[in-house]
């Protein structure tokens, strides 16, 4: 079974601060992890993700994730927040067969001037 | 190439009333996912269809039924609505591979009263 644990439903910075999104996984093999965000009354868009190799990842609109193993996390971070990028942001996991995703709950994010 | 479209956007039923939410893909994807969204919880998974011609349960499955009608199409029925399946529900597909993105559709918000 595998399980995600979002840090924080609600994260409010200023603009121009550092972004930290924090994402916790339990997972019994090992994962492959994705950062999703949802824009106002939209699907879902992907951030960035892990699966194998470099363990930091780059994603689009200067977001970037370290998988850290030995503290089973995948936090998101930005080091420049902008008013665009608020938004509700969900981390993922998918560790069995037919690729099913598991979602934390989600951690929405304020941008404020 | 639209990626993958889901009708209608918006939905209000009374109890007891069915309904099917349709989706489709023009990416070739191979496995199909229904997901709901409700408040606070996240995205959750209703059915999916690793290929076409099979479907299974994912983690909420009670009141739906599925039809993988052929590989671009993944249908979601609502038998008998309750209020309790009043969300936000989200198709999304993949090619194939833990390692493979899923693309979600924009959403269909249903009320049911």
């Known amino acids: 079974a595998q399980s995600v644990t979002q840090l924080g439903s609600h994260v409010s910075v200023s603009e121009g601060a550092l972004v930290l999104l924090r994402c916790n996984y339990s997972?019994?093999?090992?994962?492959?992890l994705f950062w999703y965000v949802q824009y106002p009354n939209q699907g879902l868009q992907l951030l960035l993700k892990?699966?194998?190799?470099?363990?930091l990842v780059k994603g689009i609109n200067g977001f970037e994730a370290e998988f850290k193993k030995s503290e089973t996390s995948f936090h998101l971070t930005k080091p420049s927040a902008h008013m665009s990028d608020a938004a509700e942001y969900f981390c993922?996991?998918?560790?069995?067969?037919?690729?099913?995703?598991?979602f934390g709950k989600g951690t929405l994010l304020t941008v404020n001037p | 190439n639209a990626g993958v479209t889901q009708t209608p956007k918006f939905q209000v039923l009374k109890t007891g009333q069915s309904m099917t939410l349709q989706c489709a893909q023009d990416?070739?994807?191979?496995?199909m996912y229904w997901y709901r969204q409700d408040p606070g919880m996240g995205l959750r998974l209703i059915y999916y269809?690793?290929?076409?011609?099979?479907?299974d349960k994912g983690e909420v499955p009670n009141g739906y039924n599925v039809s993988r009608l052929n590989k671009r199409e993944f249908s979601l029925r609502l038998e008998s609505a309750a209020p309790s399946q009043t969300s936000v529900y989200f198709c999304?597909?993949?090619?194939?591979?833990?390692?493979?993105?899923?693309?979600f559709g924009p959403g269909t918000r249903l009320t049911v009263l």
């Open positions: 993922a996991v998918s560790a069995g067969s037919n690729y099913k995703l598991t």
């Open positions: 997972s019994s093999v090992p994962p492959y």
């Open positions: 892990y699966t194998t190799g470099a363990t």
């Open positions: 990416m070739n994807h191979n496995s």
């Open positions: 269809s690793a290929s076409e011609g099979t479907t």
């Open positions: 999304a597909s993949i090619s194939g591979g833990n390692t493979d993105t899923q693309y």
